[in-house]
């Protein structure tokens, strides 16, 4: 049952993005986010029209939903069943990911009603908590990465 897991998320992997190592795929989804979450700031910081952070705004969003869904739905999972005891330190990054949604949505909250200063403080406190989240997520992942080149060495 581990194995088929495995080969379904590495088969995943490869169809979406070219690679076959979960911790690689999820590392590569960051840096794709960290551009986007850039493009936000930028956006707040330059007073771009409400149609264009908006724009900018759902891009973040919908990109982090996605994010979110692949490592609750299948990487954790995945590497969970290898590394059990990492279980407390993955379903926190989970618990993390109901508190960024949330943030998003009083953010398009904000963005809906034009009060662009109150998303731009939402946003700042979330970008701050997303990127500290993000660089725990990559210590974890290279635990896992560095115990399965172990494995094969």
């Not at 993955?90 to 109150?118: C, K, N, T």
Request: proline share 1%.
């Amino acid at each position: 049952m581990v194995a088929a897991m495995l080969q379904h998320v590495v088969e995943f992997a490869q169809r979406d993005r070219g690679e076959s190592h979960v911790s690689h795929q999820a590392i590569s989804e960051h840096r794709r986010l960290e551009r986007l979450l850039a493009a936000l700031t930028q956006a707040f910081e330059d007073g771009d029209s409400s149609e264009d952070l908006w724009s900018a705004f759902e891009s973040v969003s919908n990109e982090l939903d996605t994010h979110f869904e692949r490592e609750d739905g299948l990487y954790f999972p995945a590497i969970l069943a290898l590394r059990p005891d990492l279980k407390s330190a993955f379903e926190g990054a989970s618990r993390r990911h109901v508190w960024f949604r949330e943030q998003l949505r009083l953010i398009g909250d904000h963005l809906r009603h034009d009060d662009e200063e109150g998303a731009s403080g939402i946003f700042k406190v979330f970008y701050e908590s997303f990127h500290s989240h993000e660089a725990l997520e990559e210590r974890l992942l290279s635990e896992v990465t560095e115990l399965d080149e172990d494995a094969q060495d």
